[in-house]
């Protein structure tokens, strides 16, 4: 309610609800979120972009949260990202075209913060290779 | 039917595609890393125009609005589906 109060103050609106009502949001809670499904909030009338909400559903998504890092947009503003190993393993595991270029964009982009081993555990986890990103 | 020569064709052109995608996901992120918000604004400034042009079309057009609405919005359904089936 803290969250929905706070996004509404600042002119979001709750795309499969109605934000200020406490009934629709109890519906929307028992509907969406409590059955593992996502929520997505747009700004004003602004469809695209959008924020996609979810709960963490499974130890992956709970270690994200937990292991999030703090990124400070224009030493103003912070918002927490997954560790950029589990999300290059994750993306790896996921492994469609597009999937593969964000792992190796974000490999690319934190390689010099990357902890390798990390990154090692998480595609071992997940059954998949990483080799092939480290090497070029 | 499709001949084992063609597929070999599809698969290997399907590899090259993949490689290139690679390749230009891993020099992105090196102009991002190299020039920081000045690549975006590089990159971004069409971007931003068809967003705009987007966003205005879909002020003027109710349906197609909703349409997308539901579209993002419809993961819940998808789930259902896929269980009944």
Redesign the interface.
């Known amino acids: 309610m803290s969250l929905t109060k706070a996004l509404a103050s600042n002119g979001y609106v709750l795309m499969q609800g109605e934000i200020s009502e406490p009934c629709s949001l109890a519906d929307v809670y028992r509907g969406y979120l409590a059955e593992g499904f996502s929520i997505r909030f747009m700004h004003d009338d602004v469809i695209i972009p959008n924020i996609e909400f979810k709960l963490a559903r499974n130890a992956l998504q709970q270690y994200s949260i937990e292991h999030a890092y703090r990124v400070v947009i224009n030493d103003a503003h912070t918002v927490r990202i997954a560790p950029p190993e589990l999300q290059i393993a994750y993306k790896v595991y996921l492994g469609s075209d597009k999937d593969l270029s964000d792992a190796i964009f974000i490999y690319e982009l934190f390689k010099p913060i990357i902890r390798i081993e990390e990154m090692t555990k998480w595609c071992k986890e997940l059954g998949v290779g990483c080799d092939w990103l480290v090497k070029e | 039917m499709v001949s084992e020569g063609v597929m070999a064709e599809v698969r290997e052109d399907r590899i090259k595609?993949?490689k290139d995608?690679?390749r230009?996901?891993?020099w992105?992120?090196?102009m991002?890393?190299e020039m920081g918000a000045k690549w975006f604004e590089i990159r971004d400034s069409w971007l931003i125009k068809a967003?705009e042009a987007?966003?205005e079309f879909?002020?003027d057009n109710p349906q197609v609005?909703k349409a997308?609405?539901k579209a993002?919005?419809q993961?819940?359904e998808k789930?259902r589906r896929r269980k009944a089936l």
């Open positions: 595609n993949l995608l690679l230009h996901a891993r992105e992120a090196r991002v890393r967003w987007d966003n879909l002020k609005r997308l609405i993002l919005t993961d819940k789930a």
